[in-house]
C-alpha cells in the first residue's frame, strides 16, 4: 500500500533553516499526484504550505511564500520543504501528504504520514 | 484567498444522534475540490468525503457530505463512539489550498 514517511531534524534554532524530507512508498513520485506539506502547531487547526507535481507546477501558500521551498527527488522517490528564517510560530506537527487526481478536476489528501514535531528553540 | 468558516465550534452529543456539520465558504467553491476530514487527537487527519459528497474508500456509510457553492455540510447519520473527533472541511482555489478551523464533536 502506499505510504509516505517524514524525516528530518526534531528542534530547529530560531533564525535557521527547517528541513524535512517525505519518502514515498508504493507510488511514483512522478505518478498523476501532488505531493504536499501541512503543518499544526499545538492545538491549531491545520495549516497547508505547499504542493509539489513531478513536471515542475509548484504551489505556495501565499502567507508562507516568502520563507518556503519545496522540491522532488525523482531518483530517491522523495520530496522536500525547506522553511527559512524560522521563529517559534513555526513549531508545528508537519506533516507530508498525497493529493490524490480522482479524476474529473477531483482532488483529495487521500495518503498522509504519522507527522513529526519540529519545535522551534535555542 | 478563500475562507472556510466551520460551525459549531464544538458538537456535544451523545452516541446515536445525527451530527450536522457545517462548511461555509467566503466566495463559491468547485464542488470538486471540497473535501473532509477526521483528525483524533495524536493522529494524522483520515480523508472522509472528497468532491462534496463521495465518501473515500472504507469509510462508513453513516458519513455523507452534501452541498454546493458556498454552503457544504458533513453529516453523521448516527454518532459512533470512534467517530468523536475534529472535523476539517478544505478547499482548492485560486493554486491555494485552504482548512476551515475545525468541528470538534464531543460525547455530552
Known amino acids: 500500500q502506499v505510504q509516505v514517511q517524514e524525516s528530518g531534524p526534531g528542534l530547529v534554532k530560531p533564525s535557521g533553516t527547517l528541513s524535512l524530507t517525505c519518502t514515498v512508498s508504493?507510488?511514483?513520485?512522478?505518478?498523476?499526484?501532488?505531493w504536499n506539506w501541512v503543518r499544526q502547531a499545538p492545538g491549531k487547526g491545520l495549516e497547508w504550505i505547499a504542493e509539489?507535481?513531478?513536471?515542475?507546477?509548484?504551489h505556495y501558500n501565499p502567507s508562507l511564500k516568502t520563507r518556503v521551498s519545496i522540491s522532488l527527488d525523482k531518483s530517491k522517490n522523495q520530496f522536500s520543504l525547506n522553511l527559512t528564517s524560522v521563529t517559534a510560530a513555526d513549531t508545528a506537527v508537519y506533516y507530508c501528504?498525497?493529493?490524490?487526481?480522482?479524476?474529473?478536476?477531483?482532488?483529495?489528501?487521500?495518503?498522509w504520514g504519522q507527522g513529526t514535531l519540529v519545535t522551534v528553540s535555542s | 484567498e478563500i475562507v472556510l468558516t466551520q460551525s459549531p465550534g464544538t458538537l456535544s452529543l451523545s452516541p446515536g444522534e445525527r451530527a450536522t456539520l457545517s462548511c461555509r465558504a467566503s466566495q463559491s467553491v468547485a464542488s470538486t475540490y471540497l473535501v473532509w476530514y477526521q483528525q483524533k487527537p495524536g493522529q494524522a487527519p483520515r480523508l472522509l468525503i472528497y468532491?462534496?459528497?463521495s465518501r473515500a474508500t472504507g469509510i462508513p456509510d453513516r458519513f455523507s457530505g452534501s452541498g454546493s457553492g458556498t454552503d457544504f455540510t458533513l453529516t453523521i447519520s448516527g454518532v459512533e463512539p470512534e467517530d468523536f473527533a475534529i472535523y476539517y472541511c478544505?478547499?482548492?482555489?485560486?493554486?491555494?489550498?485552504?482548512f476551515g478551523q475545525g468541528t470538534k464533536v464531543e460525547i455530552k
Open positions: 501528504a498525497r493529493d490524490r487526481d480522482y479524476g474529473d478536476s477531483t482532488w483529495a489528501f487521500d495518503i
Open positions: 508504493g507510488d511514483s513520485i512522478s505518478s498523476s499526484n501532488w
Open positions: 468532491g462534496a459528497s
Open positions: 509539489v507535481y513531478h513536471g515542475g507546477n509548484i
Open positions: 478544505q478547499q482548492y482555489g485560486s493554486s491555494v489550498w485552504t
